[in-house]
């Protein structure tokens, strides 16, 4: 799916995210946390909720609703049977109990359309890591509620459940576990509400559709925690395929009220093409890579998040080999707002946030090297959603308007203000690189034909594209970094002539402790 990391040379870098913490070096605890959900901090930044699901998940039905199929556990392939033997828009109710599929690789339940599947209390469908899916098809406008999936083994940038993608179905208070690949794929309109995923293979959730047919899904109060079981970058550096949650040309989602916690690699990964976000009021915290990363994609807001603990061993990792690139908690990557795709807002708005003790704040990168057409431009075959036709994105029309600037990802309108960002040397155990934020781009030097060359981008990314931060707080050791790596700034200098960042902001770096 051409699912790519950007880890060439510096022309990559993560994002940022995290919690509240008083002025101090007391941190602030879960409990804490979850007691004072709603309620502003000194900043005006909220404190969002953990959405604690996988140990408090509530229970199904206890007995078959009136009109229900009932599903028998100690009959192997009972439910794919009746299933198959039901018509459309048929309820099944899971009796208690551990359901199996028939053992071979493709066994699996295929939903018609409008059917609902009910877990009784302790219903499990399990794959016994012999069956690849639990459900597929195409049936639309299913439902999948209370029930526990475990022990599927999809393969890579597969998924378990909604293998084939199919539209508008409802997943709700279900636990998925324990499975290879993703435990979930996703469709158009679809709602994931309020479910534990957990410890999967790959994803969390994988939220790509063939043919890029992804629109109005929405994400709601899921605990999404310890995923990426395999450690695909170890198997395949450089593949940019691990996570949380990966989101690939999704126009229109919601992505509220979760917590996504202690996954290998990023939390969320909004990658290529995706439209219209709304990442709100979730809890991102000790993730291996970025809390966020916002990704060759347009107009988004992100607001009201708490994100802390995150990238510290990615941060330390690349810190420890020289690297001087700035990863970061909250990573924008050749993203930002573009008032003429339409959505809910015509910027990238990043506001009222807390991010504390990650290993770095926001970067804003934009890779010279990275267009529609480009070597470069590892999600091959894929141009901007400004240009339809990827051959127009050569020369000589490339080096001209308006294909300059519409073959090119851009990092521009990014709006980020009244944030909170807290840094505690001695919580993140860092004596270097870290307590940045960031803009900047590398030079551009390939391919031969790149109009791009040179320091024009850098240029552009750190004066000429309306990215600003304003009206923040920080609270610790703080550090900025603009045009490059190796160009790191006081605050002073951040807020002075020429990149003039910062107005109305505070500084206070003896309260980071």
Known sequence: MGFGRRRRAWAVAPLLLVLVAAAGCTGTSDAALTARAGRPAATGAPVAPLARVCDAAPAGPGTAPAGAVTVDPAVVGDLAAKTRN???????????????????????????????????????????????????????????????????????????????????????HTT???????????????????????????YGMNAYKTGDSIRGLVVEGNEVVGNNTDDWERQRPGCGCTGGIKFWAVNGADVRGNWVHDNRGAGLWADNNNNDF???????????????????????????????????A???????????????????????????????????????NVLEDNWNGITLWESADRFCNSPANTSAGYCTLLVKDTARCARPAIATAPLLDDCRWKTQRVDIHHNRFVLRPSVVACTGRCGLMAVLANYGTYPDWSPYKGDRVAVAITGRQQNRWHDNVYLGTWNFVARDPGRVLDPAQWQGTPYQQDPGSTFQPRAGG
């Open 176 to 202: 998925i576990q324990h499975n290879s690949g993703a435990g979930l794929m996703a469709g158009a309109r679809q709602q994931v509400r309020a479910n534990c995923l957990r410890e999967n293979g790959q």
């Open 278 to 312: 709304r990442i709100e009021n979730n809890v991102l915290d000790a993730n291996d890579g970025p809390a966020l990363m916002y990704e060759t994609s347009y107009n988004a807001v992100i607001r009201h998040n708490t994100m802390r603990r995150n990238n510290w």
């Open 86 to 172: 039901s018509p459309p828009h048929t309820t099944f109710w899971l009796a208690p109990g551990t359901h199996t599929l028939e053992p071979h690789r493709y066994a699996q339940v295929l939903p018609k359309e409008g059917n609902s599947y009910l877990g009784a209390p302790g219903a499990v469908l399990d794959g016994r890591k012999t069956n690849n899916y639990a459900f597929g098809g195409t049936g639309t406008g299913v439902s999948i509620r209370h029930l526990t999936v475990q022990g599927f083994v999809a393969p890579n940038n597969e998924g378990v459940v909604n293998h084939d993608m199919a539209d508008d179905w409802v997943i709700e």
């Open 314 to 352: 990615d941060g330390r990792k690349y810190a420890g080999t020289g690297d001087d690139f700035p990863y970061a908690a909250l990573y924008v990557s050749e993203s930002g707002g573009e008032p003429r795709i339409p959505a809910r807002t015509d910027k990238l708005e990043i506001h009222h």
